[in-house]
C-alpha cells in the first residue's frame, strides 16, 4: 500500500513471469528467497522510486533489482536478513567508473546519495 498502484503492479507483474509455470526449469530455477524479498521490499520503500527496476533471481534465490539510464547502470542483491550488495557502472567524462558495496539495507539511500541516483529512479531525468 505504499508503493503506487502502478509500480506495484510492475513489480508483482515481473515476479509471477518470474515464476511462470510455462517457463520453470526444475533444475536451474530457484523460488525467491522469502527473507530476499522482504529486503528488497523494504529497498523500494526507502528509495521510493518514480521507476521500477528490472528484476532476476540469483542462483542462490536473491532478488536482484537493476535500474538503468543510457550507459549508467545500478544493480542491487538483496540479501538475507535486510543486507544488499550494490553495483553502480557511471560513464562521467566519457569513461566508465564503477563502485560496489554491501550494506544493510537501512542505509541504501545515505551509500547511494553520492552516484546521483535521480537518473535511475526520477521519470523526469
Keep these: 500500500m505504499y508503493l503506487s498502484t502502478e509500480l506495484r503492479g510492475k513489480i508483482f507483474k515481473q515476479v509471477d513471469m518470474l515464476h511462470s ?3 520453470w526449469d526444475e533444475e536451474e530455477d530457484e523460488v525467491i528467497n522469502q527473507s530476499s524479498f522482504k529486503s528488497f ?5 526507502l528509495i521510493d522510486p518514480e521507476v521500477g527496476p528490472g528484476i532476476g533471481i540469483s542462483y542462490e534465490g536473491n532478488l536482484i533489482a537493476a535500474w ?17 550488495k550494490w553495483v553502480i557502472n557511471q560513464i562521467i567524462d ?19 546519495a553520492p552516484y546521483q541516483t535521480e537518473s535511475w529512479f526520477n521519470k523526469s531525468t
Design 21 to 23: 509455470v510455462e517457463d
Design 41 to 45: 521490499l523494504s529497498g523500494l520503500l
Design 68 to 84: 538503468t539510464a543510457g550507459r549508467d547502470r545500478l544493480t542491487i542483491e538483496f540479501l538475507s536478513n535486510n543486507h544488499a
Design 94 to 112: 566519457d569513461e566508465e567508473e564503477r563502485a560496489a558495496g554491501y550494506i544493510k539495507v537501512a542505509r541504501i539511500c545515505d551509500c547511494l
